[in-house]
Each structure stands twice: as structure tokens, then as C-alpha cells.
């Protein structure tokens, strides 16, 4: 199981004294992007210290693995191709959405393959590799996984619960209708299902038929608090592609159908405002502490397309933090900004709030929704080196700035006086080092800080003050 973030403890007697312990998940940033042109990424983090990488090439030829200790790293890492497709029959062309998985003390690649004279005879296959390191190790084919249907399938996953491996994967049904459905089986072994499998999504929402597709594809399973979540993309490959999410118990039976309850809607979709779209195609992973659940997932940087979405190269893999809700399921969020990822700070004293801009004027709330007026960029100080400036996530050029003692979060308009305003200078956190203090770069002495849950700047003077003017990145 993946473990996310925990809540945060609360010690002390009464709400004016109680302060938060430090975050269980404290904040974790990378800068996207991670890999150009990798679509349908996957990253794994295994025991001996790496993060393996892999992806789809758009020359669709290949499978290609690189590793580092961060996830970071993986953007520079050298690439090996590990296995190249067939000359001719099978695994011949379309190679597809690599995942590479380490089970039983070996190495997994799951990838779809068409066949070289037939591309779109589509279906999953698995490499094996006994090695301990895979970009070195020798593998081998065990071929393609035998479904009770033969028909197009693709972007098979695995995954465990309570100690049982499953297999999920989408393929077309023609008794169903076109298009993809999500579907799920137990496994005998790392390349072979056992029992009747059972179809647990079908696309039918309009979400899920944009673009003029009918698609449920790429499942992943990310698990927490006896609940399994399986994400999954739906529509066209286009600006239209998104991410949905299945909910079951741990403990029910996954092999029915009426165990998963689908989204209302998609969970995580194009965002004009940070200039990413098509979102999906995700598979999770975990910080280098351990500590953050992490989505990784490819989209593009425009809207528009010219020709085929398989013929556009330029998706690309990105990765972002997962919050979790009060009620113990994921929020994605937005695709964030291209450039440094966002974090989210929550008070010292209520740890269950965080700082947020509504109507935008600066509190703090907690169940923040959506979850982006609560996420911002900590880049360098609009007024220079050695200052902080706190950018809005889903109103990329806005910033937390004050005016009156009041904080608010306004758009930058080009001015000295804005530049001054919305500078800070990042301390330890004045009720707790481990915490951070933001002072104004122009107003020494006076931090911010929340008093009746609104955002001011102000001079602490009491403890009650620092306290209030400390917050913890999450």
C-alpha cells in the first residue's frame, strides 16, 4: 500500500493554545517537466534507492527505462532501450504503455504491442527480468496475456490487495458497444489471469465520450485507509482527455462489479489557466521521504491539434503531489503550471486550516475546495534575491501581496509598489523552527498572520501572535 499524507496532530488544552504537530507529509516540489515527448509514464520506487522510469516513445517502437535516487534525477537520467519490437508478427508495432512492476523478487514490464502487419491487432504482453539492476539485466518475453476475449486490449497494470494480485486492463467489447471498457482479474501468476474477468467501468457519462471517442483506459491503483482507488482516462487523446476514479472497500469483492463506485465526474482535467491539457494516462508513485503519494501523468501544453493525437509527439510526463480529503479520498487537484510545483500551508495553531484566497482576499479555511485556491508557488521575490513570493496555483501571475496590512492575492501589474508588497522574507517559523514565518520585505518587523481566520501583516507581540503567524508547507 502507498501510504499518503496523514493528518497532523494537535497538542495543547484549548483552541488558543493547540498547535499542530509537524505535517506527517510535509511539502515536497519537483519542476515539471519531468521527460519531454514520454507519454503514459511510469515511475516505480524500489528498495534499493531508485526511482525506474519508462514511458511510451512516439516512434511507438521501443521500451526505453532510466533510474535515479530522485524523482527529480529521472529527467536527466540516461535512457536504455531494454527491448525493441519485432520485426515482423507479433509485438511488431504500436508499442504501448510500458509499466514496469517488481514482484516476487522479480522485474516486470507490462506494454500493449500491435502486430507488424496488423497495428491495430492491439494486445498486453510481459517481459521478465531476473537481474537486480533491470537497465543491465537480460530480459525475456513471456509473452501475451491470454484474455477470454480476443479482441483489442490494451494497458494492463497489477496491483495487490489483502494479498491477492489482480490484473486490470481496458479492451473492446463488440457485445458491448465501441470503445474501451475497464476491466479486472485475478492473477495465477505475474503473466497470467485466472477466472472469469469482470468489466467495472464502461464509458457512458458525456465525460467520458468527448471528442467523439468511448474510452476507459489506464487503470492505476493507488490504496489508503482500507479503501482502493483506480484511476482511469476517459475521451478522446486530445484536450479532452481526463482522469476519472473508481472507489472500492479492501475488503469487498473487487471481482464485482457493484463493488466500485465511479466518480460523478473527472477528478483531475485540462486547465486553460496553467496551460495543460489532456491530462491522464497516470500512474502513482511515492517522494523520496516516503512521505507523499505522488501522481505521475503526461499531458500537453496546447489546446489544438493538428492531424491525429497519436501523431502529436509532444505529450509529455509530468508529476504533482496528492492531498487527501477529510474523508479519506485522493484530491488531484489541477495540472499545475509548468515549472516548480506548488505547496499548500497550514496553520500552526488550526492545523486543519489552510491558507487560501476567496474572492480573493487571503484566509484561512479548512476542506479547502478546490483544492488549487489553497496551492501556491514559492518562487523568488518579485522585488529580488533573498525574498519569497507566494504565486497563486490556479491564477498563475497572481500573487499573496498586501496593501493596508490586509493580504489579498492580486495580479501582478508591474509595479515597484507591487513587486515591494508582494515580497517576503521566508524565516523559521517564529512559534516552531521546523515551521516558516513570511516577513515583509517591505515592512520589517510585521509578519503574516491570520486573526479571525482572515490574512493580515502584522508585528507579533505575544505568543498567541507567533503562533499565528506560523505555518508548515504541506
Excluded at 189 to 201: D, E, N
Excluded at 300 to 328: E, F, H, M
Excluded at 373 to 384: A, K
Aim: charged fraction near 15%; charge should be negative.
Amino acid at each position: 500500500m502507498i501510504a499518503g499524507s496523514a493528518a497532523a496532530t494537535i497538542t495543547g488544552v484549548s483552541a488558543g493554545t493547540a498547535h499542530a504537530a509537524v505535517p506527517a507529509s510535509p511539502g515536497v516540489t519537483y519542476t515539471n517537466t519531468i521527460a519531454e515527448k514520454r507519454a503514459d509514464p511510469h515511475i516505480f520506487k524500489h528498495t534499493d534507492g531508485f526511482y525506474y522510469f519508462t514511458a511510451t516513445v512516439p516512434e511507438y517502437d521501443r521500451i526505453v527505462l532510466r533510474r535515479a535516487t530522485t524523482i527529480q534525477g529521472l529527467s536527466s537520467a540516461t535512457e536504455t532501450t531494454i527491448w525493441t519490437r519485432h520485426a515482423s508478427g507479433a509485438m511488431g508495432a504500436h508499442i504501448w504503455a510500458p509499466e514496469i512492476h517488481f514482484i516476487d523478487g522479480k522485474w516486470y514490464v507490462y506494454f500493449a504491442a500491435g502486430d507488424a502487419n496488423d497495428i491495430w491487432h492491439i494486445r498486453p504482453y510481459v517481459l521478465e527480468c531476473t537481474a537486480a539492476n533491470p537497465i543491465t539485466g537480460t530480459w525475456t518475453e513471456k509473452g501475451r496475456i491470454a484474455l477470454p476475449l480476443d479482441t483489442f486490449s490494451l494497458d494492463a497494470t497489477t496491483f495487490a490487495v489483502n494479498g491477492t494480485r489482480y490484473l486490470a486492463w481496458a479492451q473492446n467489447d463488440p457485445a458491448v458497444g465501441r470503445g474501451t471498457n475497464i476491466y479486472i482479474a485475478q492473477m495465477s501468476s505475474p503473466w497470467t489471469i485466472t477466472g472469469t474477468p469482470v468489466m467495472i467501468s464502461r464509458p457512458t457519462a458525456a465525460w467520458e465520450t468527448a471528442g467523439g471517442e468511448t474510452v476507459n483506459e489506464g487503470p492505476a491503483v493507488i490504496q489508503r485507509g482500507g479503501k482502493v482507488f483506480l484511476t482511469f482516462s476517459a475521451s478522446a487523446t486530445d484536450a479532452n482527455y481526463c482522469m476519472g476514479m473508481l472507489t472500492a472497500s479492501a475488503s469487498a469483492d473487487l471481482l464485482s462489479a457493484s463493488s466500485w463506485a465511479k466518480s460523478a465526474g473527472p477528478v483531475f482535467a485540462s486547465n486553460a489557466a496553467t496551460s495543460q491539457y489532456g491530462p491522464g494516462h497516470n500512474q502513482f508513485t511515492v517522494s523520496e521521504d516516503g512521505r507523499s503519494d505522488i501522481l505521475v501523468y503526461h499531458d500537453r501544453s496546447y489546446k489544438d491539434i493538428s492531424g491525429s493525437p497519436l501523431n502529436d509527439p509532444n505529450r509529455r510526463t509530468r508529476v504533482q503531489k496528492i492531498y487527501w480529503k477529510a474523508d479519506g479520498t485522493p484530491d488531484f487537484g489541477i495540472p499545475v503550471a509548468d515549472g516548480l510545483t506548488p505547496i499548500r500551508l497550514s496553520s500552526y495553531n488550526f492545523p486543519d486550516r489552510f491558507v487560501r484566497h476567496w474572492d480573493y482576499r487571503a484566509k484561512i479555511e479548512a476542506n479547502v475546495s478546490p483544492l488549487a485556491d489553497s496551492q501556491f508557488r514559492v518562487v523568488t521575490g518579485l522585488s529580488g534575491t533573498g525574498t519569497v513570493s507566494l504565486e497563486s496555483a490556479n491564477f498563475p501571475g497572481y500573487f499573496l501581496r498586501h496593501k493596508n496590512y490586509e493580504v489579498w492575492v492580486e495580479k501582478n501589474d508591474g509595479t515597484a509598489q507591487f513587486a515591494s508588497d508582494a515580497s517576503f522574507t521566508a524565516r523559521a517559523g517564529l512559534a516552531d523552527s521546523a515551521g516558516v514565518s513570511y516577513e515583509a520585505s517591505n515592512l520589517p518587523g510585521r509578519y503574516i498572520r491570520h486573526y479571525d481566520y482572515l490574512l493580515y501583516v502584522q508585528a507579533p507581540s505575544t505568543a498567541a501572535d507567533r503562533g499565528d503567524a506560523t505555518f508548515y508547507t504541506q
